[in-house]
């Protein structure tokens, strides 16, 4: 049973934010994810701890795909664990509405990528790093964190991250992609959410596989990733 950390999951409030500490730390930020509880600071002191009643799901093989993505996938390279500082840099971008990421977040989650929990993917224009995502693999679930995409170069270029993003977790055989809040973007691209209740029976049967090391950091041409998915798709 998920929860023991931070309590009963029936003892926690009706509403999304559960609790608050201010510790933070990689061990603690993975052990919430394990928990069914991810971190979002508060302010500049307290770090938030969030489970939200309406949790959005992804299911890697149920990514919408549509023609124009597959149009914007081709002009790109993909890769993985190429550049996770650069990736997180850029999510935190204090210029983007609504950041939330400070540098404790940023210090925690290096450490993870530092210790195989952590993943990033990259989408590239050339030499140019246009895109990208970054999020904690545990057992068979990866929540995903952020995302971000270069608005003058990067048509699409979060998308195609997704994309790449799905194609790993088939690797590596991931079935519970968390995006945390379901927004009307990640609904286009085949969100939906569930219960609280719902989301914590399928994180404690996803906890029960192995996590499986992600070996395929070849970085990635549009033609290739876009083969690979037709792969996916037909397994």
């Known amino acids: 049973m998920v929860g023991t950390l931070f309590g009963s999951p029936g003892d926690w409030p009706r509403h999304d934010l559960i609790g608050f500490s201010h510790e933070f730390a990689a061990p603690l930020a993975l052990e919430g994810y394990r928990c069914g509880v991810f971190p979002m600071p508060l302010d500049g002191v307290d770090m938030g701890w969030w489970s939200p009643m309406r949790r959005g799901l992804l299911p890697p093989r149920g990514l919408r795909v549509t023609r124009s993505l597959r149009q914007s996938a ?36 290096t450490a993870l990528h530092h210790a195989g929990w952590a993943h990033s993917v990259e989408v ?50 991931v079935d519970l992609l968390d995006v945390q809040w379901l927004t009307e973007h990640l609904g286009s691209l085949g969100a939906y959410e569930v219960p609280r209740e719902e989301y914590l029976r399928r994180l404690t049967a996803a906890l ?17 990733l876009l083969a690979e998915w037709g792969a996916v798709r037909q397994a």
């Open 74 to 109: 081709r002009r790109y390279t993909t890769t993985v664990d190429a550049a996770f500082p650069d990736v997180i840099a850029r999510c935190a971008d204090p210029a983007r509405p609504d950041g939330w990421i400070d540098t404790r977040i940023r210090t925690a989650f």
């Open 124 to 173: 590239w224009d050339g030499d140019v790093l246009v895109g990208g995502l970054y999020g904690v693999h545990t057992g068979g679930l990866f929540a995903g964190e952020s995302m971000f995409h270069d608005p003058v170069r990067g048509r699409d270029a979060s998308k195609v991250a997704l994309l790449r993003l799905a194609v790993e977790l088939a690797a590596v055989e």
């Open 208 to 224: 029960e596989r192995p996590t499986r090391p992600w070996e395929r950091p070849d970085r990635m041409g549009g033609q290739r």
